[in-house]
């Protein structure tokens, strides 16, 4: 007995001595960041008054920081991007591992944890940092494509072990990447609760991207694109987005993105609920084929979203719980959106946060800090003396940081951390059980817990799941019984492609008739992706709202207006094509289901389809059922061309739709010969319709005639500058991005620079020589306070990023009089405020009741509107020889 007690006594120590946290060495620093206050800006900056918001790390540490993560136990992950969005030379970026090893908010240490080019989105996890970047030909030096990475770190030194390991190649546009740079390509990675990682793919779209089981993707455009963390499963999740950098998700997998503006159309941020398969229309269908998108939540003007995240943490206000919390580098602000639940989807209204200059990403860690980074002017090819990261919490914050939960000896402990109030430390443990492979029982008993919260009941559902695979069907099955859950049940038994041949259909069946559009959504979603034949004719009941509306021919359709009556039927139809369900949908034709039937052939580019549609015609009486019918098969006239990167992407793309660049298929000719017969036996009064349809499809029927229409912005061919460049007025016409990239190219003349200066009266408010009178900002220097770039950014965007000296400054004396404009100059008792016209002021400070700096420039936009790119050249290289 003895012998055994001692042996269990024995056994409990060195159970306990596994226990203990290893130890780590932590050099504490008191050295306060004193950043940003040395912006001219931070004394004005926002800043929510229950909110402490410090400087964290400064450009001499991570200059140009383009993304952020923060792991779990709060060691900060920053991309250093010294290319930016427009440069092209390799060997400029790096990321950064940034310490506080005792949690009092003072950084302690760093390290270089890797080298990489382009670093574009980082999510660190466990001992694994993922990474999004650009790749480089080393013997071209050219930009060769971007690859999803991860490093490890196994020995917790903060620097990456060894080379990365690719989980997908190739998953940009190496054509754009090397002529315009990474400003519209791939950007944001974040993981959801259902253990995959989502990417935030811009507009450049990808071609023959490739996951580490050799899967090949293409897609023309933006989306979201998703793979596991193993680099398996690379699938498209949703498709037909501007331009987005990131995306947040919530604990219930609703995905919100903040698309990006900055394309020199005038095409405005949208804010959006993405929904697995859905199809957002960017550029051909968003604008003259609304009735066949997911429109976005809103229009919310200019901008240019970047970093996002959804905040889940129980230990903040709740004024700041719970919501998307969204970057927008063109606005210098994070924003939030209140999201309200609609049917399927949301409604939303946003609401300012906390400003920043140039933000660009924002995370959180697992005891609660917040972490935000910004640009802070560092110019479209990135600064070395620019950027830095604050850390944000609430007042009086009791700040406990998350153990590793790696550390932790038992498993049942760790599945005890899947019952957290935020998402952080529920994916932290999620995360860990995976690795361990074990604790799937306990997890189930949390899922099946009716007293605990959605969140957590969720995220066991989706950690159960990806621990049991095909044996953990059984009970996912029981749990969609379970009304509350049956949502999340439905997706989790859906998910993984590999398991779905043992997934029955019935619960999916069954929730089509639920009185929850969410779990009717997961159920069309689920049955698209199961693919079995037998669920096409219940999938065909779901009904087409009224809201099922094509815009009138040359006017644009609500593509930024809630619709969430639209969801069901949309998700129904990209279910079906996935079925490839064109014999049933053709058979639906007479029938009542016709609508959905018609909506779905219009992406059927089969001869069945073809002769289903004119069959339908020519046994039908019905005027109205016969355009409808007409309408499809024009639709179908012709197809997508096959991508192969040599065209699609412009700042100004052709918007017309319902295709980019078409090609005649198998069965063109015979909707053609159809519809030539028809349009003959047409009156004179039909034959109209047949225009309609010439133009709203573009077919090219000389006989159909047309009817006059706006023509389709084009892009700009900034490649072509020898055409351009001395273009009066093209400075106004081009983005900024474009204007930059000319700038490259056009050097331009110093000495017709000085003639500028002159014409364009800038000397009104600029002094160049001491001896001078001061008026506004001295230029004398600005060639050695600035490079090329950050002059022409300040010139035709005063407001982007105002440095010291060069802000403008409101005062109100004790008389009540206001005055606005430049400090020329100051002393312990007087100052000069000197006006937009030239004119100086001089006050005693003891007058003063009040003085603070302005966030918008004094300077107006537009002044250089007029000028060609020769001569903002020319302008800019005057202003560089001033120093």
Known sequence: MFRKTGYLFLTSLLLASCQQKKEVVCTPSDTVINYPSGDSLANVLKWPDDLKITGFSGPDVNPSP????????????????????????????????????????????????ARVDNPRGILAIGNQVFVLHTTFTEETKKANNMDLIVFEDVDNDGVADGPAKVLIKNISNSKYLQERGTDHATNGIQMGIDGWIYIAVGDFGFH??????????????????????????????????????????????????????NDGGGWNIRFSHQIQSAEYGYPMLFKHFTEEIIPAMADLGGGSGTGALYMNDDRWPANYNNVPMMADWGRSYLYFHRVTKDKASFTQEVEDFIQLPQITDVDVDGGGAMYLSAWDGAGYSGSPDKGYVVRVTPKDFNYVPLENVADIYWTNDVVALLKSGNAKTRQSAQYELLRRGKGADAVYKLAKNADLSLEVRTASIFTFAQLTGVDGIECLVALTEDAAVQEFALRALADRKENIANVPLEPFLKALKSGSDRVKAAAIVGLGRLGRQEAVNDLLEVAVPKSFVAPELNTEGPHATPNSDIVLPHLAVKALVSLNAVDAAVKALDTDKKDLALWTLRYMHSPVAVDGLINAYENTTSPTYKRALLNTLARLYFQEADYDTSWWWSTRPDTHGPYYKTVEWDETAKIRDFMMAEWEKASDNDKLFYSELNVKYRLAIEDFGTIEQSAPKVDLPVMDLEKIKNKKGQVGESSIEDIMLALQEVKGDASKGEAIFKSQACFTCHSLKSSETMKGPFMGQIGSIMNREQIAESIIKP??????????????????????????????????????????????????????ELETSMMPAGLVNALSFEELASLIAFLENQK
């Open 66 to 113: 383009a993304c952020m993560a923060v792991s779990p136990t709060g060691e900060v992950f920053v991309g250093v991007d010294m290319m930016g969005s427009l440069g092209k030379d390799m060997g400029k970026g790096f990321i950064k591992r940034l310490v506080d090893c005792n949690h009092d908010g003072i950084m302690d240490s760093y390290t270089e944890f």
């Open 208 to 261: 023959n991207a490739t996951d580490a089981e050799g899967t090949q993707l293409t897609m023309l455009g933006g989306g979201i694109v998703r793979v596991r963390p193993d680099g398996t499963g690379m699938e498209v999740y949703t498709h037909g987005l501007r331009n987005i950098y990131d995306v947040a998700i919530d604990p219930f997998m609703n995905m919100f993105v903040r698309g990006n503006t």
């Open 799 to 852: 407001n982007a990023s105002i440095s010291q000296g060069f802000s403008t400054v409101q005062i109100e004396t004790k008389g009540d009089d206001f005055y606005v404009g430049f400090i020329t100059q100051e002393s312990a008792s007087d100052l000069t405020i000197t006006n937009i016209a030239g004119v100086p002021t001089k006050l005693k400070k003891s007058d003063i009741a009040s003085r603070k």
